[in-house]
């Protein structure tokens, strides 16, 4: 069973960090280009971050430059999303998606169930 796991989500007060993690099961992660999106409450699902199959090209949201930094660890089947100075407005629930392109794409194949963030002091 082709499986996304997500997890590292948690409560963190503004200016804290976290890291999510990414795991897949069922299927290998090389082939595949990797994007992180985020959903707040009562607004729409947008796109974070993403990172191409070999791991050399990424890209963010204008809203989380410089501040939030995605990686692979092929070996490990991993995709991380590191959340530095995290702001209120970063609060929502972040799903990790994985293509069969090796590039980032505007359509993706397996998600998975979400991992909650909440950054509140």
């Known amino acids: 069973q082709l499986q996304l796991v997500e997890s590292g989500g948690g409560l963190v007060q503004p200016g804290g960090s976290l890291r999510l993690s990414c795991a897949a099961s069922g299927f290998t992660l090389d082939y595949y280009a990797i994007g992180w999106f985020r959903q707040a409450p009562g607004k729409e699902r947008e796109g974070v971050s993403c990172?191409?199959?070999?791991?050399?090209?990424?890209h963010y949201a204008d809203s989380v430059k410089g501040r939030f930094t995605i990686s692979r660890d092929n070996a490990k089947n991993t995709v991380y999303l590191q959340m530095n100075s995290l702001k209120r407005e970063d609060t929502g629930v972040y799903y990790c998606?994985?293509?069969?392109?090796?590039?980032?794409?505007?359509?993706?194949?397996?998600w998975g169930q979400g991992t909650q963030v909440t950054v509140s002091s």
């Open positions: 998606a994985a293509t069969a392109e090796a590039m980032c794409a505007n359509s993706y194949d397996y």
């Open positions: 990172i191409s199959s070999s791991g050399g090209n990424t």
